[in-house]
């Protein structure tokens, strides 16, 4: 698949068909998560690969109800949690080597994002979750103190296409030289 056309086609799926996803599009996808570039390579990610219908439904009660990703998380064989390790990324001899502290953020993000386009190119879907109570999704994984919850998506294929939000324009936000 073309990038820009993956770029541009990828969307949030919020509806799923039970079909199994298969075991080899999910080693590539975690392939692909695996050369996503990060601070001095340090790849501080760590992907929980839930399945089991039960920690699902747990995880899900994670979700406020209001959450419009909530009922993907049980219809979707699959969910992904993504992990960060703290105090690696953006850490030199222990100290946070810019005023941005801890980059685990940015390098799940962009792992994240690796994922999500990476699921499109196979045909199967994906939105990415970050409005849950991290905490409890952290008790209910096992998730242990040197490590934190960041974000997680459903993966399997979507019953529809989704249609694209507007985007600001182009000159809403860029600049050139300088701020403005
Ligand atoms: C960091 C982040 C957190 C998000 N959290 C949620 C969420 O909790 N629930 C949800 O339904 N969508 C969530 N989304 C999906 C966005 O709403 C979606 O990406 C945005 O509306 C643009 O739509 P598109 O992905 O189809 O281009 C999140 C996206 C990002 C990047």
């Known amino acids: 698949?073309?990038?820009?056309?993956?770029?541009?086609?990828?969307?949030?799926?919020?509806?799923y068909k039970p079909d199994p996803v298969p075991e080899d599009a999910l080693q590539k996808i975690i392939e692909a998560v695996r050369w996503a570039p990060s601070w001095a390579n340090t790849q501080c990610w760590e992907m929980i690969v839930v399945k089991d219908p039960k920690i699902k439904s747990e995880?899900?009660?994670a979700l406020t109800k209001t959450n419009p990703a909530l009922s993907s998380m049980a219809d979707a064989p699959i969910v992904i949690v993504l992990c960060g390790k703290k105090g690696v990324s953006g850490f030199k001899k222990g100290e946070a080597a810019t005023v941005k502290g801890d980059w685990l953020?940015?390098?799940t993000g962009i792992a994240m994002q690796t994922l999500c386009l990476t699921a499109y190119s196979?045909?199967?879907?994906t939105v990415v979750v970050g409005l849950f109570d991290h905490k409890k999704a952290e008790e209910i994984l096992g998730v242990p103190q040197n490590s934190e919850v960041?974000?997680?998506?459903?993966?399997?294929?979507?019953?529809?296409?989704?249609?694209?939000?507007?985007?600001k324009e182009i000159s809403e936000f860029v600049f050139y030289e300088k701020y403005r």
Do not use: C, H, N, Q
């Open 122 to 125: 196979l045909g199967l879907g």
């Open 1 to 15: 698949m073309d990038l820009m056309e993956a770029i541009k086609g990828r969307r949030s799926i919020r509806k």
């Open 105 to 107: 953020m940015f390098d």
């Open 59 to 61: 995880l899900a009660t």
């Open 150 to 167: 960041v974000a997680m998506t459903p993966l399997g294929y979507p019953t529809t296409e989704g249609s694209p939000p507007k985007r």
